[in-house]
C-alpha cells in the first residue's frame, strides 16, 4: 500500500543547529515527493519537490531534501536553522490519480 | 490576490447540527480539494474537484458532501455532525497547466462537535 512515514512528531533544536528530518515512503509506481511547511498562523505552502532529475533538491529559505531511491527515503535539511524554522513540516507523495498521500507531519521548535 | 479563502476560521456544533465550511479561491484553478486533519496524523482527502460541476469522492468522504458551481467556490457540508468530525479542515487549489503540481492551501477551519 502507498504511505509516507515521518518518524518524528516533535523536533527541539537550538538555533544554529543542523536539520535533518526524516520522511521514507511506500509506492511501487513513479515517485514525485513533496515537502511543505505550515508556520504558524500561516497556510501550508510548498518547501520544494522532486519528480525527476537531480536527487538533491533545494528549495526556498535554505532548505534541502535528497532523494534516495535505495533507501524509499526523501529526507528534509538545513545546515543552520533559525527561529523563524519553527513550523510544522509535511512530507507528501503524489499518486497516480495526482492526488497528494501526506506524512504525519514533524513539529519543529528552535529554541533562541 | 487573496489566493484560496476559508471561513470560518473556527467552529463549535452541537452532535447532530449541520453546517458548510466554504472555501474559494481567486487564481482560476480548476482543481480544488477538501482535505481533514486529525492530530498526529497527516492530511486526509476528503474530497476533489476537477472542475465546475465535477466532484469526486477522496479517502474519507463520509459525513460529508460537496458542490461546485463555479470554478471559484467549493464548499464542504456537514448534515449531521457527529465528534468524529472534530479536525482541521483544509481548502486547496490547483491549476491544470502541465507541471503546475503545487497546492494552494487556505488557513484552515479548526471545527469542534460536541
Known amino acids: 500500500a502507498q504511505s509516507v512515514s515521518q518518524h518524528n512528531h516533535h523536533v527541539i533544536l537550538s538555533e544554529a543547529a543542523s536539520l535533518e528530518l526524516g520522511c521514507n515512503y511506500s509506492y511501487g509506481g513513479t515517485v514525485n515527493l513533496f515537502w511543505y511547511v505550515q508556520y504558524p498562523g500561516q497556510h501550508l505552502q510548498l518547501l520544494l519537490k522532486y519528480f525527476s532529475g537531480d536527487p538533491l533538491v533545494k528549495g526556498i529559505k535554505g532548505f534541502e531534501a535528497e532523494f534516495i531511491k535505495s533507501k524509499f527515503s526523501f529526507n528534509l535539511r538545513k545546515p543552520s536553522v533559525q527561529w523563524s524554522d519553527t513550523a510544522e513540516y509535511f512530507c507528501a507523495l503524489r499518486d497516480s490519480n495526482y492526488q497528494l498521500i501526506w506524512g504525519a507531519g514533524t513539529k519543529l521548535i528552535i529554541k533562541p | 490576490n487573496a489566493g484560496v479563502t476559508q471561513t470560518p476560521k473556527f467552529r463549535i456544533l452541537k452532535i447532530g447540527q449541520s453546517m458548510t465550511l466554504q472555501c474559494t479561491q481567486d487564481?482560476?484553478?480548476?482543481?480544488m480539494y477538501w482535505y481533514r486533519q486529525d492530530p498526529g496524523m497527516g492530511l486526509k482527502l476528503i474530497y476533489y474537484s476537477v472542475g465546475a460541476g465535477i466532484t469526486d469522492k477522496g479517502e474519507v468522504p463520509n459525513g460529508y458532501n460537496v458542490s461546485r458551481s463555479t470554478t471559484e467556490d467549493f464548499p464542504l457540508r456537514l448534515e449531521l455532525a457527529a465528534p468524529s468530525q472534530t479536525s482541521v479542515y483544509f481548502c486547496a487549489s490547483r491549476s491544470r497547466l502541465a507541471g503546475a503540481d503545487t497546492q494552494y492551501f487556505g488557513p484552515g477551519t479548526r471545527l469542534t462537535v460536541l
Open positions: 487564481m482560476n484553478h480548476n482543481y
